[in-house]
């Protein structure tokens, strides 16, 4: 009978309207603290010798964010996910907007809705998520690489320029580094040439 209820609530999660994702007031299990884990693969994605080197750990390093506390929380991030690569974005915006509400110590949740509303070039409503999925994830290079996209999008030039040189001090692999290259629009200033 459990396993019943439990594939029916999952069923629900996954197939229902994201209205009804009340998870009958239940509360998301405690988020499982990877920033060890990450760190590691941060050093070793510094040292990572090709850019497919890169990817690989890069990888590893989604595999961790996107782990969610518990089942109903993976099913809300799964199923947003699935409507962002779909190009549903309203409806991957309710999705993790029952995450956050569901799951609020879950970064994932956070750093997933701020890139819907990038993508919808809402940047003012990004910018908070990607803030709360930094303080909670200080470490998510993601994140802080969306954060300088976003505030780039805002022409806050400097700002953007020092979250992405935090970005890549954690991975300096990142596609992004270009913008911080010469003619990019993110160009140090005071250049020597």
């Known amino acids: 009978m459990i396993r019943f209820?439990?594939?029916c609530l999952m069923i629900a999660v996954t197939a229902a309207p994201v209205?009804?994702?009340?998870l009958d007031?239940?509360?998301?299990?405690?988020?499982?603290?990877h920033a060890a884990?990450?760190?590691?693969?941060?050093?070793?994605?510094?040292?990572?010798?090709?850019e497919q080197d890169a990817r690989v750990i890069s990888g590893q390093m989604w595999q961790l964010w996107t782990d969610a506390p518990d089942w109903q929380a993976q099913a809300l991030l799964d199923?947003?996910?699935q409507r962002l690569k779909a190009g549903e974005l309203a409806d991957a915006l309710n999705i993790?907007?029952?995450?956050?509400?569901?799951?609020?110590?879950?970064?994932?949740?956070?750093?997933?809705?701020?890139?819907?509303?990038?993508?919808?070039?809402d940047f003012e409503a990004a910018l908070p998520d990607l803030d709360r999925a930094i303080e909670?994830?200080?470490?998510?290079?993601?994140?802080?690489?969306?954060?300088?996209l976003t505030l780039l999008g805002l022409e806050r030039?400097?700002?953007?320029?020092?979250?992405?040189?935090?970005?890549?001090?954690?991975?300096?692999?990142?596609?992004?580094?270009?913008?911080?290259?010469?003619?990019?629009?993110?160009?140090?200033?005071?250049?020597?040439?």
Not at 19 to 22: D, R, T, V
Not at 25 to 33: I, L, R, T
Not at 136 to 148: F, K, M, Q, T, W
Request: hydrophobic share 40%; glycine share 8%.
């Open 5 to 7: 209820a439990a594939l």
């Open 19 to 22: 209205a009804a994702h009340s």
């Open 25 to 33: 007031g239940k509360s998301c299990a405690e988020v499982v603290d």
């Open 37 to 50: 884990d990450v760190d590691v693969l941060i050093a070793q994605i510094q040292d990572a010798e090709t």
């Open 79 to 81: 199923r947003g996910m």
């Open 96 to 121: 993790l907007d029952a995450l956050v509400i569901y799951c609020p110590d879950y970064a994932e949740g956070y750093n997933q809705r701020a890139f819907v509303n990038y993508l919808q070039h």
């Open 136 to 148: 909670l994830s200080p470490n998510h290079v993601a994140a802080i690489s969306g954060r300088a």
């Open 157 to 193: 030039l400097d700002e953007a320029r020092t979250a992405l040189s935090q970005a890549l001090e954690l991975n300096p692999w990142l596609s992004e580094r270009h913008l911080l290259g010469p003619g990019g629009p993110l160009e140090p200033l005071g250049k020597d040439i």
